[in-house]
């Protein structure tokens, strides 16, 4: 899959890498471009030939974040499913990606205010999109399973739960473990909808 990342030169895909891990590990205001450099063993100087600033690179890691989130989406509507499996596609697909970009995630979410309004605009979309084909499938099992609560408010409850499960879940829990606590205690126990095994 083609990313923002994947746009970007070979020396700035080395900056945005070495960035994600010093913004992840000692906060966005801690790390200076000297650090940045530091770490890719070139001058301060020479880095800014393939940067404008700092703020572009947390721009650049936003973009990156974001464009991933679409791209699950439009996976998502790529193929045809039934309403049990929407569901479970998109609590899979959410976890799995959130797990395998915990460090973009965390800045994006720690640094969600300094970065442009372009990038939010199309984080907005996003979510507002994925919570409409979240809806869509819990309303099957509000007039089906007779589920009595608004099917909107349910999906962005999972919505943000989901997004945050890396907080609130045991360090040692693998994303396995993530996904089974949401189709089987939380879906099942709290909100009375039974998945199929």
Partial sequence: METFYHTLSKR???IFD???KLFYEN???????RDIAEKLNILAASLYSHISSKEQILEWIAQNYVGLLEAELV????KERDFEDQLRFMIHQNIILIEKNLEMAEI???YFNSISKETK???SNFTESYAHYLSDALKYFQIDKKLDTDAGLIAKFLM???NYAYKWTPENYKSEQTIDFFENKLISNLLGIKLSS
């Fill in 75 to 78: 996976d998502f509507k790529s």
């Fill in 27 to 33: 906060g966005y205001a801690e790390t200076s471009v």
């Fill in 108 to 110: 994006f979410r720690r």
């Fill in 18 to 20: 070495v960035s994600v």
């Fill in 12 to 14: 700035q895909q080395q």
């Fill in 121 to 123: 605009e199309r984080y």
């Fill in 160 to 162: 943000y739960n989901m």
